[in-house]
T-cell receptor, first 112, second 115 residues
Framework: QKEVEQDPGPLSVPEGAIVSLNCTYS??????FMWYRQYSRKGPELLMYTYSSGNKEDGRFTAQVDKSSKYISLFIRDSQPSDSATYLCAMSRTGTASKLTFGTGTRLQVTL | EAQVTQNPRYLITVTGKKLTVTCSQNMNHEYMSWYRQDPGLGLRQIYY???????DKGDVPEGYKVSRKEKRNFPLILESPSPNQTSLYFC??????????????FGPGTRLTVT
């Protein structure tokens, strides 16, 4: 069983929709949770991060962590065609300068 | 511009022919890492380095070597490439000290095909 599970999609939504992306994990030692966005032919770039359980909002993006359920989510409000990308969840035990364990990524397509 | 660069971006080679993929960062980061990305498997760490002359294995180190002689450079060496090393490779770096973002900065990737 993988440490981090993520639905690969693809997920196709119309412009303006609310998107929900999710990951589950099995290792309770994970403390830091991140979402990376990867455009085609590019390297991943950090979108959101949270420490431990709770919510964090940044513009149209909200990250949620439920450590009791070992479940993290990324919500995108008012989705735009420019949000079309692969979204990777990642987590680590010790934060900066440490090994990241990634999900396989969910490919999102936002259509006009 | 703060960035991680990798070269080459694309490489097709034959089994057994030694190759090196270079990685360089201009942000004075202590931590550097190599990942490979495969469909259905996601990003998996190959090797990482906490600082100059300090390297350690990640999850999938077999068939790879690294060195960290300078802070800015972290080359990935395949001494005898095999077809199962066909993959998309990413180099990443981050500062050692705690920061607000805990971000790892990724390079643009190197697509390697071994025939």
């Amino acid at each position: 069983q993988k440490e981090v599970e993520q639905d690969p999609g693809p997920l196709s939504v119309p412009e303006g929709a609310i998107v929900s992306l999710n990951c589950t994990y099995s290792n309770s030692a994970f403390q830091y949770f991140m979402w990376y966005r990867q455009y085609s032919r590019k390297g991943p770039e950090l979108l959101m991060y949270t420490y431990s359980s709770g919510n964090k909002e940044d513009g149209r993006f909200t990250a949620q962590v439920d450590k009791s359920s070992k479940y993290i989510s990324l919500f995108i409000r008012d989705s735009q065609p420019s949000d079309s990308a692969t979204y990777l969840c990642a987590m680590s035990r010790t934060g900066t300068a440490s090994k990241l364990t990634f999900g396989t990524g969910t490919r999102l397509q936002v259509t006009l | 511009e703060a960035q991680v660069t990798q070269n080459p971006r694309y490489l097709i080679t034959v089994t057994g022919k030694k190759l090196t993929v270079t990685c360089s960062q201009n942000m004075n980061h202590e931590y550097m890492s190599w990942y490979r990305q495969d469909p259905g498997l996601g990003l998996r760490q190959i090797y990482y380095s906490m600082n100059v002359e300090v390297t350690d294995k990640g999850d999938v180190p077999e068939g790879y070597k690294v060195s960290r002689k300078e802070k800015r450079n972290f080359p990935l060496i395949l001494e005898s490439p095999s077809p199962n090393q066909t993959s998309l490779y990413f180099c990443a770096s981050s500062p050692q000290q705690p920061s607000d973002s805990y971000e790892q900065y990724f390079g643009p990737g190197t697509r390697l095909t071994v025939t």
